[in-house]
């Protein structure tokens, strides 16, 4: 598994679509789905929560709880849909999902995620991985850091992704986690040190090639994740420096490409504004990136499958940034 650039799970963001989507722009980077919580797959629709189109791949699934039990089972499922990858998240610090006894909060409790881990690795032949963060409230020195990757990595998982910030629980939100909390990359940079014989990703605050190969020369791979969705081309870059892949399309290619798949989809009962807000941030930095984010937003709403409307709207879509294209201004 080639994780030497990955995108980070993005809840209401990392979809299906936009993993096909992603795709398109770059054929070497991991992708991951949204965080899926185990209780969710052991209940619920299955297909609806776990299909995903071949053409996606290679993706991870990221999982969320904190029964061993239900995430072994949800791993084993995982496998079965075919992706390459089972993660745990242990990043996540929300209110609902600190209620629920998953995500950020289990850093507190490392011996519960040893045995969720056993069990996992015990129910799947796929790779079992973790996302985490440095440490959490008051506790964020590199002891704690080092004694709960050590303990993890007696379970036998080989990869930690360590988003390099702590997480803050009960006082601050979502957005706020991924801004106010200082980013620690030297905390990561020693657990590489310190841990050779693991894969360390870091994660935070990435969002250029620049910043990419600068993190490569101490750790073992990279994973971005709002940058990529506001500006999801940055992955044509990442492709050309970092993968030496020249063979990468133009922003109009993509659209083109992306066409099918959405007509495809709107046959099936999807809406088109579910598969098209992923791509609001596709002309970033691009003269007339203005006139493809209102032209969308006013357009991208069709909730029937009139398939002559459908081409009109993506007839448009398609011709709309051509003309308005520029050189990159930022």
Request: aromatic share 8%; hydrophobic share 35%.
């Amino acid at each position: 598994m080639n994780r030497k650039v990955s995108v980070a799970p993005m809840m209401d963001c990392t979809d299906k679509h936009e993993r096909y989507f992603l795709r398109l722009i770059s054929k070497n980077v991991l992708l991951y789905t949204e965080m899926i919580v185990s209780e969710a797959i052991d209940r619920g629709d299955k297909n609806k929560l776990l299909s995903f189109n071949i053409n996606e791949k290679p993706v991870a699934l990221q999982l969320g709880g904190s029964s061993p039990k239900l995430l072994a089972n949800a791993a084993r499922v995982g496998e079965e849909f075919g992706y390459d990858e089972i993660n745990l998240n242990l990043g996540c610090p929300s209110k609902k999902v600190e209620k629920n006894k998953f995500g950020a909060c289990l850093i507190k409790e490392p011996n519960l995620v040893a045995e969720c881990l056993n069990e996992m690795q015990a129910k799947t032949k796929l790779p079992v991985t973790v996302k985490t963060r440095i440490g959490y409230n008051d506790v964020e020195d590199y002891e704690s850091l080092f004694n709960f990757i050590n303990l993890l990595k007696s379970t036998g998982v080989k990869t930690f992704i360590i988003h390099a910030r702590k997480a803050v629980l009960g006082k601050f939100t979502p957005k706020q986690n991924l801004n106010i909390p200082p980013l620690k990359y030297e905390m990561v940079y020693n657990l590489k040190k310190d841990f050779r014989d693991l894969e360390i990703i870091i994660n935070g605050g990435i969002t250029s090639t620049n910043q990419i190969k600068e993190h490569l020369n101490k750790v073992d791979g990279v994973m971005l994740g709002r940058s990529i969705y506001h500006s999801p081309y940055i992955l044509a870059d990442i492709e050309k420096e970092i993968f030496n892949n020249k063979n990468v399309l133009s922003r109009e290619e993509i659209i083109k490409k992306l066409v099918p798949y959405v007509k495809d989809e709107i046959k099936k009962g999807t809406r088109m504004n579910q598969i098209m807000r992923h791509t609001l941030g596709l002309f970033h930095g691009q003269t007339g990136s203005s006139f493809w984010k209102r032209y969308l937003s006013e357009n991208m709403c069709v909730r029937d499958a009139d398939v002559k409307k459908i081409d009109h709207i993506m007839d448009k879509v398609k011709l709309a940034p051509q003309a308005h294209t520029a050189t990159q201004i930022d």
